[in-house]
């Protein structure tokens, strides 16, 4: 079995095509057109996509459980259908279904059975991923009486059986309030600073914006955009937030490079698109005697990108 190398990448998806029948099977309603995309060995990839983008049906191509029209997905340097390369994944599906009346225990020694993971070494795997996801104390409970963050912790620990190389994780945070969101997102930074490589869909983007080190926007069946988020979000072109007290904005139009977005008696908030129309409206401020309070960056969010990008998508079709 070939493990892929440093520069080669842990999942490729290449020209992916998939339609599904219609409601009476009147004609097929396109998900995916053509998508490409490519997972390096260690990142943290966030996938991103409006509802119904079409997320969960490219990870499900890619674990097999839906097949793909035409493409080609390659998995640690195999292609996808081969059950070998899907060993070495971990798999947490968007909703994932346990058994009410097991422990969280029992549930997991029967998934470690399922893994093959060694009957020797259940025991003690069991009681580290229980211990690693936050578990232990609450392993004997039965799933019914879990809540939906202990069901996604213990989501996770299944996935994470028998140390897989790419961790596949569709949506993770979905669902859990901020404690519960903020525990998953330790997970899988943990997962990270072990060398996993982390592939996970979502549409909660200040989660993406805070654990991807790469993200792709899924928009009308191909990526939209792709890249890291300095790339994404576009940091080389600098914009400002001023605050100043005593200006005098009449015949600002916007022309100059920078924007009032909000007063309040005499205070100001100005928007300023670059370094040169930073300067000049300093300029402009100094000349009219106001009082400088605050110059701050501006840094734009995953959110504003996304909208951005499925607006654009929209106005095109
Ligand atoms: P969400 O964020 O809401 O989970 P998603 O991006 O994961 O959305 P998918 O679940 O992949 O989107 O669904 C994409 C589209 O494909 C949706 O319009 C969905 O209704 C449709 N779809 C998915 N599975 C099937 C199926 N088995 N048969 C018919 N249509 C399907």
Redesign the pocket.
Same mark, same amino acid.
């Given at each position: 079995m070939s493990a892929p190398g440093p520069e080669q990448p842990v999942l490729t998806i290449q020209g992916l095509v998939k339609a599904?029948?219609g409601h009476l099977s009147l004609g097929r309603?396109s998900?995916l057109r053509g998508l490409d995309l490519e997972v390096r060995r260690g990142e943290v990839y966030g996938f991103i +996509?409006?509802? +119904?983008? +079409?997320?969960?049906?490219?990870i499900k191509i890619v674990t097999g459980l839906v097949t793909a029209d035409a493409g080609q997905v390659t998995l640690l340097g195999q292609p996808a259908t081969r059950p070998a390369a899907r060993r070495r994944l971990g798999y947490l599906p968007?909703q994932p279904n346990f058994y009410g009346y097991l422990t969280g225990r029992e549930f997991l020694r029967f998934q470690a059975r399922l893994a093959g993971v060694p009957p020797g070494e259940r025991g003690a795997a069991v009681e580290r991923l229980l211990s690693e996801v936050g578990m232990a104390s609450r392993a004997d409970r039965p799933i019914r009486k879990c809540s939906k963050g202990m069901l996604q912790r213990l989501g996770i620990a299944q996935a994470l059986l028998g140390g897989p190389e790419l961790l596949i994780l569709d949506?993770p945070m979905s669902g859990l309030d901020p404690a519960g969101r903020r525990d998953v997102r330790d997970l899988i930074l943990a997962q990270r600073e072990r060398g996993t490589t982390v592939f996970f869909?979502s549409?909660i983007l200040s989660d993406a914006e805070v654990l991807c080190d790469r993200v792709g926007i899924?928009e009308s069946g191909r990526l939209a955009l792709e890249g890291t988020l300095d790339e994404v979000l576009g940091r080389r072109s600098p914009s400002w937030e001023v605050t100043a007290l005593g200006a005098t904005p009449a015949g600002w139009n916007g022309a100059e490079g920078w924007q009032v977005t909000a007063r309040r008696g005499d205070r100001l908030l100005i928007r300023v698109e670059g370094d040169e129309a930073l300067a000049r409206l300093l300029e402009r401020l100094r000349q009219q005697g106001a009082t400088l309070h605050s110059v701050t960056p501006h840094r734009h969010t995953l959110e504003e990108r996304f909208l951005d990008v499925v607006g654009r998508g929209t106005e095109a079709t």
């Open positions: 599904f029948a309603t998900v +996509g409006a509802n +119904g983008a +079409g997320k969960t049906t490219t968007e949506e869909s549409h899924l």
